[in-house]
């Protein structure tokens, strides 16, 4: 019989909506009924791409006895992390506090209070490697429960005063300035890899928001040094196994140092943000790679992660079916010479094996190599690499594929509509343009809906149940900014005003500091506040430089404060943790730089426009129109009339603006060296 989660649109948990275990999605009644039967709540937090999640499904939630188990003395809360990461959030937060170390699955053990008493990650079905069975853990729990409640009630009591005196050093006074940032740079160069690129060791996760911050203090400064480290990060990546050399996009991460063998799990956000950097590299460097990536990886994203509705699905699966119909991580992805003759005869199956770098022993399990570029080929013939790639791709198009996690989630679809935006302009790819466009239409249409709110997730174009948190709206704010941008159309900007102001009502604190949930959401154990970049810019700094953005689109004075006192966080945390602080780094170089505001009275897509977008400077807003109806449109472009009936561009900062001009040449050197003034 399926269980209570079959009536939600989170497609992890309908993945355990016909599992025996008499699962509950997270709500009052779960707690309400855990406290009329007086047993504690199991709460299992994971997501659909998570490997592990998978695993502990299929030995544990699938298996009878287990279950019987769980129905019999706890109420067992399911979570998808994705679409409540404020719930995750402040479990993560015990569990790493209390073990050292996190991760998903998570497995935590509550009062009907919902305070936790007992944690873990994944439990095996047997006892293994020091780590008790999954079975051992429930009968231990629901022991002391039953015999030592008081000693349950007093650590359950601890650990809350514990999380509830984690309060935020939110940095003082003032804005990161010089120093903070070249002390951020000096860290960063500190556990930058020389040999392979990227920064610590292994796994190694690829760090898009740092070289966003590294490409823009180069913009900023010159630094040489900080190019560097960007262009070589980018190329390792994208000669690596965590690029996906047939059909573009990136893997989750590296599991070893080289960036050989990546952990398969394709996600939106980490897509997009690639996406971004790449063109961005390119913007910078004129690299032919970096085009190359940037545009392979937009067309994985329209191409695999669309959806019906105009959206883009959350993560493709790591796992999917082999040769054999098992169920194995990196299945569709990675070849053997056997198969690679199978498809292309031998000369081609040669070549490509040098060229992809696919041994005999492979460079993954069983034999299987993923494929990259390990560059000592020699000389290549590039007709000869696109028709083996493409006739590969087609083969590899015949396997089963990997599993999709179709839930449109409102940040990580911020992302990509910034992503698309951008690189479709630089690229003259209109058809990504009007891929993000659809997008921002979806969120407007269905997570802003009536209620004028934005809602966290939707599917198949449904509105799920949870409210956005802060990331969502900063993502999405910062994504309708660059398509403003973009278009030159200026509902985009108003919309993202709309989002921001929701920010300054519901999730500012005092001395700017932001938190990630509204001030009239859900009251959990504690009110989540996480300053740190992650795999995605964290709510905080995503606000900062959306903020920073609309004020210099709009001079509004309240949301340019909102702005700097949110980067106080950066001012403190910068210069200790730039590695976890990647995209505010890169907002707090926008402020340096002004950020400086361009207004060209002219066509949009016309030569000055798209110098405008082109330009380097960090964070640079653009305007473009023309008309007596633009300045409407934008206010920067109010009183900013052609000259000697040419389009003309503006370029201004901390109030200051330089002459007008009609010729790109000039407006492109206005916009490429250090700011003056």
């Known amino acids: 019989m399926a269980n209570r989660l079959a009536q939600t649109t989170s497609p992890y948990l309908l993945q355990h909506a016909d599992n025996p275990v008499d699962w509950w999605p997270w709500s009052p009644e779960a707690f309400e009924e855990a406290r009329r039967r007086d047993v504690p709540v199991l709460l299992s937090v994971g997501y659909a791409s998570c490997h592990w999640c998978h695993v502990m499904a299929h030995e544990s939630f699938e298996d009878d006895a287990t279950a019987a188990y769980m129905n019999e003395h706890f109420v067992s809360v399911k979570v998808d992390r994705e679409e409540r990461p404020d719930v995750d959030a402040v479990y993560m937060e015990a569990v790493q506090a209390a073990t050292g170390h996190g991760g ?15 944690f873990g990650t994944y439990f095996p079905p047997e006892a293994r490697h020091g780590s008790p069975s999954f079975r051992q853990v429930l009968e231990g729990v629901a022991a002391a429960w039953k015999d030592r ?100 996009g990136f893997a989750r991460y590296s599991v070893d140092r080289e960036w050989i063998v990546p952990h398969f799990e394709k996600m939106l956000y980490d897509n997009a943000l690639l996406c971004r950097v790449y063109a961005h590299l390119w913007r910078a460097t004129g690299s032919d790679e970096a085009r190359r990536i940037a545009l392979e990886t937009a067309d994985f994203m329209v191409r695999e992660l669309r959806t019906a509705e105009g959206g883009f699905a959350s993560a493709l699966d790591a796992d999917s079916e082999d040769a054999d119909g098992r169920h194995v991580e990196g299945a569709y992805y990675v070849w053997t010479p056997a198969r690679l003759r199978e498809v292309l005869g031998e000369d081609d199956a040669a070549f490509a094996a040098a060229y992809y770098g696919v041994t005999e022993g492979g460079t993954f399990e069983e034999g299987a190599s993923v494929l990259r570029l390990p560059g000592d080929a020699g000389p290549v013939d590039a007709d000869r690499v696109a028709d083996v790639r493409a006739r590969l791709l087609a083969a590899r198009e015949q396997r089963p594929r990997p599993g999709r996690d179709d839930k449109v989630v409102a940040a990580w679809n911020g992302l990509a509509i910034a992503a698309l935006a951008e690189t479709g302009a630089y690229f003259d790819r209109p058809d990504l343009v009007e891929r993000a466009t659809e997008a921002a239409d979806l969120l407007v249409r269905v997570h802003l809906g009536e209620v004028a709110r934005l809602t966290r997730t939707s599917k198949d174009g449904r509105a799920g149940d949870n409210a956005g948190v802060l990331e969502d709206y900063g993502d999405v704010a910062e994504g309708f900014l660059a398509l403003a941008a973009v278009t030159g159309e200026g509902a985009w900007l108003e919309f993202a005003g709309f989002l921001l102001d929701i920010v300054l009502e519901q999730f500012t604190g005092e001395g700017g500091q932001l938190y990630d949930t509204a001030h009239d959401a859900e009251q959990l154990i504690r009110r989540p506040q996480d300053p740190t970049d992650s795999a995605t810019p964290s709510g905080w700094t995503a606000a900062a430089g959306a903020l920073l953005s609309y004020a210099a689109y709009t001079g509004s004075e309240p949301h340019r404060t909102a702005a700097e006192g949110a980067l106080g966080v950066v001012k403190a945390l910068g210069p200790r943790v730039p590695r976890f602080v990647g995209w505010g780094l890169a907002v707090a170089e926008a402020l340096l730089d002004g950020p400086r505001e361009v207004a060209v009275a002219g066509p949009v897509g016309g030569e000055l426009h798209r110098t405008a977008l082109l330009g380097r400077a960090p964070g640079a807003v653009v305007a473009a129109g023309e008309g007596p109806g633009a300045g409407a449109e934008f206010p920067l472009l109010v009183d900013r009339p052609l000259v000697g009936g040419q389009p003309t561009a503006y370029v201004c900062r901390h109030f200051v603006c330089s002459a007008p001009t009609t010729n790109a040449g000039e407006l492109a050197a206005a916009l490429a060296g250090p700011a003056g003034g």
Do not use: N
Request: aromatic share 8%; with cysteine.
């Open 104 to 118: 998903w699955p998570m497995t935590v053990f509550l009062t009907a209070d919902g305070e936790p008493f007992y």
């Open 149 to 248: 409640r008081d000693e349950v009630a007093e650590v359950a009591g601890r650990i809350v005063a514990d999380l509830a005196g984690r309060s935020l050093v939110h940095g003082g006074d003032g804005v990161p300035g010089e120093s903070e940032v070249a002390q951020a740079l000096l860290g960063l160069t500190r556990e930058y890899d020389e040999q392979h690129g990227g920064f610590g060791g292994a796994p190694k996760f690829p760090p898009s928001m740092a070289v966003e911050f590294l490409l823009r203090h180069y913009a900023r400064t010159g630094s040489e040094g900080a190019l560097q480290m960007a262009a070589d990060t980018c190329a390792a990546m994208a000669r690596g196994g965590i690029y996906d050399q047939l059909g573009g």
